[in-house]
Each structure stands twice: as C-alpha cells, then as structure tokens.
C-alpha cells in the first residue's frame, strides 16, 4: 500500500460544476494535509493547507479532513476551464517536515 | 518576495558528465529539499536540510549523487557520472515553520525546477 494514495483520473469535469478529488493516506499519526496544483511542464503550487478535522475554505477551494477514516479532499466550486491540471496531495506524519506526495490527480474542465 | 530560485532551467549533457544544480530558498526558510520528477516515479524526494544540515538523505538514489549546502542561502545537487536514467525534472523546495495550534506547520514552496536531459 503506497503511503499516500490519489486516483490518477483524469477527472473530467464541466464548466461550472464542483470538482471532488480524493486522497487517502496510511500513516495514522500524520499532522498536516497539503494540495498543490501542477499545470504541465510546471512547479508544484500551494493551494491548500488543513491540519484539523473538518473543512477549510479558500475562496472556491475546500479542503476537508477526516483524520479517523484517514482521508482528505478538496473541492473545486465553479470549475473553470483554467482549473485544468494535476492536483498533488501530500501529507507530513508527526515527526520532522518531511512532505510524501500522492502520485497527483488529473482534472480536465471542459467548457 | 522572491520565491525559491534554480539554475540552469534546462540542462542537456552527455551521458558520463558531471552535472550540477544549484538552488537560492527564500530568503528566512530553513529547510531545504531537492525532488525529482518523472512521469513513471512521480514527485520524489531526494535529500533535506534543515538549518543547513543534512537530515534525510534516503531518498538519493546512489553514490552518484550528492547535494550540499554550504550556507542558508545556496544549496546545490551534483551527479557524477550522469546518466541517461537521470533524465528528470529536479525541484528545489524550501519551508519554514509557522506556529499553528500547539506544533509547528511547514509550508514548502517549490522552485521553477531543472530539466535534466542526459544523452
């Protein structure tokens, strides 16, 4: 079992509509919960940071974290056409800063 | 502000060579990490540093490989002899940590990266 798992997709998704990504992750005592988002042939970017139980919400970003079924998801509200990329979930466990990554899902909005 | 600065952004050589890379983290981070990115491996980390100390050094992938960081401000990833198999995107990442709750959070913050053909 990979430490931090994410469907690759892609997750195709029409204008306007909410996209859900999912990660799961299997360490139990990790601490902090990141999305980044990779458009192609770019760097990681920060979107999203949750350390507590429940949702976060980041102008139309919503992190949600259940730490007892060890997952995490974001939401996209209003997807747009330029919300198109890989969606990077990473996690910390309790020691150190040490971030393991998802293998990333990719989001495709259709106009 | 700056954000985290690596040079070259594009880098072609010949299979044998040396090769290296180098990183500027923001400045007042104190931890630094190197990463490669493949399509079949995804986002690997390679080494980080903390305070300009070696912490995590698993993820290298052989002898080939070295990184240092002789300052806060500059840190570099060297192979030596480069290898096909090398060819990658490398990423330079630096965090610090803020006070949140009753721990520290690390948000890292990621380089343009390096691509590394080796021919």
């Known amino acids: 079992q990979k430490e931090v798992e994410q469907n690759s997709g892609p997750l195709s998704v029409p204008e306007g509509a909410i996209a859900s990504l999912n990660c799961t992750y299997s360490?139990?005592?990790?601490?902090?919960f990141f999305w980044y988002r990779q458009y192609s042939g770019k760097s990681p970017e920060l979107i999203m940071s949750?350390?507590?139980?429940g949702d976060k919400e980041d102008g139309r970003f919503t992190a949600q974290l259940n730490k007892a079924s060890q997952y995490v998801s974001l939401l996209i509200r209003d997807s747009q056409p330029s919300d198109s990329a890989t969606y990077l979930c990473?996690?910390?466990?309790?020691?150190?800063?040490?971030?393991?990554f998802g293998g990333g899902t990719r989001v495709l909005v259709k106009p | 502000d700056a954000g985290v600065i690596q040079s070259p952004r594009h880098e072609v050589t010949e299979m044998g060579q040396e090769v290296t890379l180098r990183c500027k983290p923001i400045?007042?981070?104190?931890?630094l990490f190197w990463y490669r990115q493949t399509m079949m491996r995804g986002l690997e980390l390679l080494i980080y540093?903390?305070?300009?100390?070696?912490?995590?050094d698993s993820g290298m992938p052989e002898d080939r490989f070295s990184a240092k960081m002789p300052n806060a401000s500059f840190s570099t990833l060297k192979i030596q002899p480069s290898e096909p198999r090398d060819s990658a995107v490398y990423f330079c990442?630096?965090?610090?940590?803020?006070?949140?709750?009753?721990?520290?959070?690390?948000?890292?913050?990621f380089g343009p990266g390096t691509r590394l053909t080796v021919t």
């Open positions: 990442a630096s965090s610090f940590p803020t006070k949140s709750g009753g721990g520290n959070i690390y948000e890292q913050y």
């Open positions: 360490d139990r005592v990790s601490q902090s």
């Open positions: 949750i350390y507590s139980n």
């Open positions: 990473a996690v910390i466990k309790a020691a150190g800063n040490k971030l393991t």
């Open positions: 400045s007042g981070h104190n931890s």
């Open positions: 540093f903390n305070n300009n100390v070696p912490i995590d």
